[in-house]
């Protein structure tokens, strides 16, 4: 195991030596699609030193100018302006190697050791862009060549999701990760959490003293996450067939975000205290019983169906997936919190593939009123923190409708980011590029906290390998399978359509 060292504090604008950002697997979708446009935006943001490098490795043949080009095509259309793109791309280049075999990086140490001769002390973010499988493979090839070490300099190491298949393989990759980086060197991505609008949940809960008195369970009622999106699979079914929904979005994303919902105040806003705060909370969500898995979860699959004359195939169909597939495209899942703060509050999280439209949000949803004259016409407050898209912020409340008597009416305060003047939302990548180059770990998952999300839901998991388990089918561009819509029912609850004119229309068993 490495020793931690003070460099990890170094902080970028302060530094003048080179700075590498080195991607492994930067052939590939991930680089293409976010980090190539995010290192753009920020370069062409100024928040990019001058002496920074950016080296694809892969095993595809590349020179620097096909990658150059090969990445341009990733970069926005408009507005384009091509002396910036050539600048950016003078910083840009490539390593065709193998990344699990040592020896075919020993350029890339060559290359550092004459930058470093140059500009001593340079810096070192390594991506792992890569199947899974070649997380610790890699590790371990940057160890063996000493990449590495630190002493006047850093060298962090950014892992993808997912961190393991389930717990026993988080912490098998944990182990092989820690033989060769320290624990302060890893930066385990969860892109939920460079949300600009999940970080908000910290200011509107702290920094405002409104909120956090209705903040328990003695003023809400219930609580819902939804993450909604409107596409299939895409190219990605292989991908997604040893996946499924439970893993690719429940076991990290939206544990991470209820847990920012959840936790209690954190003495500092700093990275250690965040997430010592972060695991508190998930080590107290209440553990799942086998009884709680049959009655509690809902697991659905989407079918074919015709969405505004648009023919959408059924994920059986999807390239790369099982004609008899049993894999997960959507959960929806009732749990609870045993703190003092959240006790008998039941927590309904939800998640799925081909629903309606995309869109991730929190719903406090507030005990109803209780005065005579009210009770049954006033509607429950409800407090709606939009993630993604048009991220802001709604507050819901009963007015009085003008005219005779005391009818009430539901209205809403609505704040979009979009209405901020000069506001710009970073996309996540950016802000968590940044914070890694930095040394910022605030919003980036610890091991403690993949390894708690990882055993709570462990009983699905087991459930899942049950060849027998329900899975409810559910057309496509429908809100996921009835039996969800009865999770919450059963409870006089019901979860809030973020997109009011579609709602579930055709449901079956599978
Ligand atoms: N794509 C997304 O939207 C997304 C979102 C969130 C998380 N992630 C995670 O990010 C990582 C990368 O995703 P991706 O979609 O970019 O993956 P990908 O396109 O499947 O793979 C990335 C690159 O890895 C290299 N690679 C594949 N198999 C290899 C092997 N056996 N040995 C050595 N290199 C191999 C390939 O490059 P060469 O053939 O050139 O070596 C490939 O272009 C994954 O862990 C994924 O779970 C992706």
Known sequence: ????????????????????????????????????????????????????????????????????????????????DQATVSSFCHHVFYLTANPSEAAQLAPLAAGHAQQDSKYPGGNTLYYLATPPALYAPIAQSLFSLGLNRQENNWSRLVVEKPFGHNLASAR?????????????????????????????????????????????????????????????VEKRGAFYERTGAVRDMLQNHLLQVLAMVAMEQPATISADVLR?????????FRPLTDEDVRNHLILGQYLASNVRGENLVAYREESGVSAESRTETYVALKMYIDSARWQGVPIYLRTGKRLPTRATEVVLHFKKTLHPSFTGVAPANKLIIRIQPDEGILVSFGLKRPGSGFQVQDVAMDFHYSDLSGAVMPDAYERLLLDALNGDSTLFARSDEVETCWSFIQPILDYLQDPAHTLYGYAAGTWGPQEADQLLATDGHAWRFPCKNLTSTQYCEL
């Not at 460079?194 to 956090?212: H, S, Y």
């Not at 008195?213 to 996450?225: A, G, K, Q, R, T």
Request: negative net charge; contains cysteine.
């Open 172 to 232: 098998q990759l944990d182990r092989e990760l820690h033989a060769c980086f320290n624990e302060k060197q890893i930066y385990r991505i969860d892109h939920y959490l460079g949300k600009e609008t999940v970080q908000n949940l910290l200011v509107l809960r702290f920094a405002n003293t409104i909120f956090e008195p209705l903040w328990n369970c003695s003023m809400v009622d219930f609580i819902e996450i939804t993450a909604a999106e409107s596409l299939g």
């Open 276 to 284: 010592d705060q972060a695991v508190q909370i998930m080590r107290l």
């Open 1 to 80: 195991m490495q020793t931690d060292s003070h460099v990890e504090q170094t902080h970028l604008s302060a530094n003048t030596s080179a700075n590498r950002i080195v991607i492994f697997g930067a052939s590939g979708d991930l680089t293409r699609r976010k980090l190539i446009p995010a290192l753009y935006h920020l370069f062409n943001h100024g928040m990019l030193p001058d002496n920074f490098s950016i080296i694809g490795v892969g095993r595809t043949e590349l020179s620097n100018d096909s990658f150059r080009q090969h990445l341009q095509q990733s970069l926005p259309a408009e507005p384009r």
